[in-house]
């Protein structure tokens, strides 16, 4: 059974810090990999998919990447700024076709 | 273009009422899913529908059923509600499977 584990559970770091969100999975047989935000009381946000083929994704100061054999992948966000404090979940798709989530980061960056 | 929506946004219910959440899009995705998100549990798949006329099993299926009313409408009905299904229900959709999914903004229950 596909599990995702995310560390840190919480963060907190000062406005302008680059940071690192970690996310690691137990059965590196996936077809994808999604970051997805989640502002309090709101639904999910996706960020950003890698395919099980590509080793990193970038969109504005984010950038995601995947390194399948070894079942990890990381959001490096830059710059980080008040506007980024959310929950951010990393969740697989695997050969189940159904996406298995991680339990977030909750990230708080303060000005 | 409105994306996925939920209704109701909020709903408290008494131990064994029914009620029926509805979700809808406006995205021609053929795949939609439900989902609930629980303190420290995550979100957890409860059924899906990979096109329109197809339903299956997710992950917690137990006092749920579904229905893919049509291609844009995928609705989650508690028959008989409990306390342990006091959660928030999200709602998603994709074009296909695998894809990426687009969500909700989810409904908060609380069964008393």
């Known amino acids: 059974k596909q599990e995702v584990t995310q560390i840190p559970a919480a963060l907190s770091v000062p406005e302008g810090e680059n940071l690192v969100l970690n996310c690691s999975f137990t059965?590196?047989?996936?077809?994808?990999l999604q970051w997805f935000r989640q502002d309090p009381g709101k639904g999910l946000t996706s960020l950003l998919l890698i395919q099980s083929s590509q080793r990193e994704q970038t969109s504005g100061r984010l950038n995601a990447s995947l390194d399948k054999s070894s079942g990890r992948s990381t959001l490096y966000i830059a710059a980080s700024q008040p506007g980024d404090s959310a929950t951010y979940l990393c969740?697989?798709?695997?050969?189940?076709?159904?996406?298995?989530f991680g339990k977030g980061t909750k990230l708080t960056v303060n000005p | 273009n409105a994306g996925v929506t939920q209704t109701p946004k909020f709903q408290v219910l008494k131990t064994g009422q029914s009620m029926t959440l509805q979700c809808a899009q406006d995205?021609?995705?053929?795949?939609m899913y439900w989902y609930r998100q629980d303190p420290g549990m995550g979100l957890r798949l409860i059924y899906y529908s990979a096109s329109e006329g197809t339903t299956d099993k997710g992950e917690v299926p137990n006092g749920y059923n579904v229905s893919r009313l049509n291609k844009r409408e995928f609705s989650l009905r508690l028959e008989s509600a409990a306390p342990s299904q006091t959660s928030v229900y999200f709602c998603?959709?994709?074009?296909?499977?695998?894809?990426?999914?687009?969500f909700g903004p989810g409904t908060r229950l609380t069964v008393l």
């Open positions: 995205m021609n995705h053929n795949s």
């Open positions: 998603a959709s994709s074009e296909y499977q695998p894809d990426t999914q687009y």
């Open positions: 969740a697989v798709l695997g050969g189940s076709e159904k996406l298995v």
């Open positions: 059965d590196s047989a996936i077809y994808n």
